[in-house]
């Protein structure tokens, strides 16, 4: 185990993709200290920035220690392996991750997630915006593993969903899911407006109020909904099919009693 | 001696009209034909200005002090040498030679890049991105287009001359010019609105308060039936585009996504479960897609409302979606309502240059794009950068408190051509000439046609083009980075552009020769 301690307080972004289980293992002290990053347009090493301490201890394999929100693609394309963040954390934690863990005890920024195809991550705070969304001008979403969040998130999470669940426990922004193809997105609390907008599969399912789309037409009443093979969400639900503007055939549950505002909707069933 | 140059760009906004004649005196402009309002503001009276800086600044002591044009150049190298993070601002206003150069200062620096267009038409190039634009030039619309729909934009006042030059009031090959009609409306309304008056004072009734967000009822029968060009304006309050168009529909504010989206459902023939959608009865928008479907060629203009009410980027690609399913019924286009005059051709040097139209960052040697993170509004929030060169912009006015409090936390470059907001708050304040007036250069319409500007008056004695000034910082710049022994890029053969005021030479010997007369058969 590598324990990572922030030397000083960052106030320029700092691109840290050689941070992986992968690249730690086998490594002595002094070569963990020759690690190349960059802050800002500076080259540097990982020993100018941080205090490296090695334990025998196998699991987690990296723990990262300060406030680090500056800090960005930590984790990148990591394929297996533990990383427990003890702090805020930057952008694109976690892109193109292919397996392993990701655990943050802070807030996470955008982007994380991003690209992602199986394993794990964890934030016991606050999650960006952009989550488990493909860059721009791409459709390369999430296509498989667990994100968890307990705080609240930020917009377009979940965009061009290929596979995969996202799980959050606070409530989240406009846009979630927009794209969506495959995959399943839980949102214990409200959802912003436009969820689900121009999905055409997958499965959308909000515990709090929303808002719908035109373009979403009323299916059915369900009394309950599978998230994953361990959790089973009481509703009752309605369950809205859409997108219609793109032909779509995703589904929406949205929790009956917390949506008084969807009632009129029962007259088409 | 006075003399009248004709064809001249006026350097305003998106619409670059090339039709001005400009009357010169002295070597100031004194008269304008053609122009509108706004061009008059700028190149009669607003160049003139009495806060021109003539010299460049520092500021020593907390007072900007004027200096030599070497010192100043020298000083802001270092700055921007020290900084490890530099971000670099503007560019909007500025001609396309000088953005070439601004983006090799960015990549010698390992510099932040960003343009204006990622507080206004950035959400544009973003949806464009993603699901691709249906485009044509305005010499397309203005000929063919006979409906014409302007979405939260208000050409009237923000390019005033657009409606006149390329769309509704503009006599085209195949489309003739709304214009009579108008006036026609006009007197009709002007003599209603005296009746009213009149029957009011007779009556002594008081008038009842119109409520200020009214819906304007179904759409007239002309809309269906009505020959030559219509046009419809989209809005949330009845601007004086709506005044001229032919039918106006009010939305609810930040509603513009939920109309289209159900806009595409009718267009697409789909049933709606519900009567309205951002305060307009379904009925209403089936009449609007059915006017949609039913045009030769149809096009939309859409404004900043769109771009930055909530969705931004998102409204652009909806309607981007709407466009390319009308596509399959009719010929339609859409376009976005640039603002700057070259804010397009920010666009279009940056990625022709780095494959990315703005929010770059070059900190890694090549350039990364992605906006929300190497945007300007957002990297200064979040304070990431440590030195500021804005150029041919004015963030002070326009940006956020909390933005620009962090950018005046770390030392400011300017280079402006009058002494604006952001001027006086600079560490470093260099003057230029107004491009479009004092130089030439290319600049980019909005539909992304590159058009020459034109130089008629000479600058005052000692200012740099913006090309030149930054050509002087790069030099600097990579003369400070040699000196540190860090590897350096090098330029290429510098192009100068041909002062386009002088007439080309006419050459004799390559005159057209006369068409041979056929001879009349006996």
């Given amino acids: 185990m590598v324990t990572l301690t922030a030397i000083r307080t960052f106030n320029i972004p700092i691109q840290a993709p050689c941070i992986t289980p992968e690249n730690f293992a086998d490594k002595t002290i002094a070569e963990l200290k020759k690690l190349p990053l960059t802050e800002g347009n500076r080259n540097v090493t990982l020993g100018d920035l941080f205090k490296i301490e090695q334990s025998p201890t196998e699991t987690p394999n990296i723990i990262l220690n300060g406030d680090l929100s500056k800090v960005k693609r930590v984790g990148q394309a990591m394929k297996s392996g533990e990383i427990v963040i003890n702090g805020n954390i930057g952008m694109h934690t976690g892109e193109k991750m292919a397996g392993g863990k990701i655990v943050v005890n802070g807030n996470a920024g955008g982007w994380t997630g991003s690209e992602m195809k199986k394993g794990a991550i964890e934030i016991h705070g606050d999650g960006g915006d952009y989550i488990a969304s493909p860059y721009r001008g791409n459709d390369l979403g999430m296509k498989g593993g667990l994100i968890t969040i307990d705080g609240n998130v930020g917009t377009d999470v979940g965009c061009h969903l290929k596979g995969g669940i996202i799980k959050i426990k606070g409530s989240a922004g406009r846009f979630l899911g927009y794209h969506m193809t495959d995959g399943v997105i839980y949102v214990e609390k409200d959802c912003d407006v436009r969820a689900g907008a121009c999905m055409t599969g997958g499965k959308i399912v909000i515990g709090g109020a929303l808002e719908i789309l035109p373009s979403f037409t009323i299916d059915s009443v369900k009394p309950k909904v599978k998230v994953d093979d361990s959790t089973n969400i009481v509703g009752p639900f309605y369950v809205f099919l859409g997108d219609r503007s793109e032909r779509g055939v995703g589904k929406i549950f949205a929790n009956k009693v917390a949506n008084p505002a969807l009632k009129f909707y029962e007259k088409y069933l | ?522």
């Fill in chain 2, 1 to 522: 001696m006075s003399k009248t140059i004709n064809n001249v760009v006026c350097p305003i906004c998106g619409c670059l009209c090339d039709d001005l004649e400009v009357t010169i005196e002295n070597n100031e402009i004194v008269k304008m034909k053609n122009g509108c309002a706004v061009c008059e503001a700028k190149m009669v009276h607003g160049y003139k200005s009495e806060e021109r800086i003539l010299k460049p600044m520092i500021r020593k002591d907390g007072k900007l002090v004027s200096v030599s044009i070497d010192e100043a150049v020298k000083k802001a190298a270092q700055i921007l040498t020290d900084a490890k993070y530099p971000l670099l601002f503007g560019w909007s206003s500025t001609v396309g030679e000088a953005q070439r150069i601004g983006v090799e200062l960015a990549e010698e620096l390992g510099a932040t890049l960003d343009n204006c267009c990622s507080v206004c038409h950035g959400p544009s190039v973003m949806a464009t991105q993603e699901i691709g634009i249906p485009a044509a030039t305005l010499g397309q619309i203005r000929h063919r287009a006979d409906l014409i729909v302007y979405w939260a934009c208000n050409p009237w006042a923000s390019h005033p001359r657009h409606v006149e030059r390329y769309t509704a009031f503009t006599d085209g090959r195949f489309e003739g010019s709304e214009w009579k009609n108008y006036l026609q409306k006009l007197k009709a309304d002007s003599g209603r609105k005296k009746i009213e008056m009149a029957s009011k004072r007779i009556a002594r009734v008081e008038p009842p308060i119109k409520p200020q967000v009214c819906f304007t009822g179904p759409p007239p029968p002309m809309l269906e039936h009505k020959p030559g060009r219509k046009m419809i304006v989209v809005d949330v309050r009845k601007t004086m585009t709506a005044e001229v168009a032919d039918y106006f529909l009010q939305i609810e504010p930040n509603r513009d996504y939920d109309v289209i989206e159900a806009l595409r459902c009718l267009v697409t023939d789909q049933e709606l479960d519900v009567d309205k959608v951002g305060g307009i009865p379904v009925d209403t928008l089936r009449d609007v897609a059915d006017a949609m479907m039913n045009c030769e060629f149809g096009v939309i203009y859409f404004g900043l409302g769109m771009t930055q009410s909530l969705g931004r980027f998102r409204n652009i690609e909806i309607a981007i979606a709407l466009a390319r399913d009308l596509n399959r019924k009719t010929k339609f286009i859409i376009s976005p309502m640039r603002g700057h005059f070259n804010v397009t051709g920010a666009n279009t040097v940056f990625a022709w240059q780095t494959g990315y139209p703005f929010a770059l960052d070059f900190s890694q040697g090549y350039p990364q794009f992605n906006p929300g993170e190497n945007t300007a509004v957002d990297l200064l929030k979040r304070g990431d950068n440590d030195a500021t060169l804005i150029i041919s912009a004015d963030p002070a006015a326009h940006f956020p408190s909390v933005i620009m409090q962090n950018m005046l936390k770390h030392p400011l470059i300017t280079i402006n051509p009058d002494m604006n907001a952001i001027s006086r708050l600079g560490d470093v304040v260099f003057p230029t000439q107004w491009c479009g007036i004092e130089y030439s250069g290319t600049a980019y319409r909005m539909d992304a046609v590159p058009i020459t500007l034109k130089k008629v008056v000479e600058a005052p004695p000692g200012i740099l083009t913006d090309e030149e000034l930054l050509i002087r910082i790069l030099e600097e710049v990579r003369a400070i980075k040699i000196k540190r022994g860090e590897p350096v890029g090098q330029t290429e053969a510098k192009f100068t552009h041909p002062n386009t005021t002088k007439t080309p030479p006419v050459n004799t010997a390559q005159k057209k020769p006369k068409r041979a007369t056929k001879k009349k058969v006996a």
